[in-house]
């Protein structure tokens, strides 16, 4: 994250019955509008396809991330090009972006509503939504992955995410997903005021580097496992997700549908497992399930 991401304030804190004044640093919150260009060189459309509320900083990322993790494109060889647009009403302020795809590439714009996914504040059925990822993602293996992780290498995460997490450590209030490899090394990392926006960053950052699909790397989320945070793994391939908080029911069906290896409450050295938990090596004198 950059300077750009953070705000400072006066504020008072109060201890007890103290009180003095002092500067907070707080995540800025923007929204964010993504736009889609696409069509037939001599017939070009321009569509507005989503505004979502995030930390300014990876900004192409989100909105290649989200396009892909939404099913509205294959993968980056859709993409011609992507970048702000000026708007002379937005204060000097790049919260446009424009992703131009190439001729011939033809977006599934039918799922820019997102009726086949559930949310937190959603009522689509959840077995509607299931069969909708299988039916987008490129990498949806009934087989699974073989890849595999050791708990020491779980148990260490945390502290490494946190340790990178430089937005985080002057608000305290962003959300991280980070992406390791299975020895632990930190392959990437970006932070959001929104859970789903720092994966849709992260997501959008390894399609950008061609790493899709992500079967072999290990996914952290900094807060808890909802079932869009899995469905946004399950698009990009990821097999392992560790979250240091808790999962939702409909995230722990949905990873069972996948045979996605989820984990939670990640911290102090414990963690519980959901599903798959044949891709986490335990010591032996701990393996108790």
Known sequence: ????????????????????????????????????????????????????????????????????????????????????VFIACAENKENVILVKLKPGAIPNLQNAERNFYTTSSCGVCGKGSIDAIRTVSPFINDKGSSAVVHADVLYSLPIILAYHQSAFAETGGIHAAGLFNADGSLLLLREDVGRHNALDKLIGAALNQNRLPLDKSILLLSGRASFELVQKAAMAGITIIASVGAPSSLAVELAAEFNITLTGFLKNNRFNIYNAAHRIILPVHEASY
């Open 1 to 84: 994250m950059t300077a750009s991401s953070i705000k400072r304030f006066d504020i008072i804190k109060v201890s007890g019955t103290d009180g003095h004044s002092t500067a907070d640093a707080l995540a800025i919150e923007e929204p964010l509008e993504i736009r889609l260009e696409y069509g037939a060189e001599n017939e070009r459309t321009v569509q507005n396809v989503s505004v979502t509320m995030r930390t300014p900083g990876n900004d192409v990322e989100l909105a290649i991330g989200f396009l892909f993790t939404e099913g509205i494109i294959k993968d980056q060889l859709d993409i011609d090009e992507a970048g702000h």
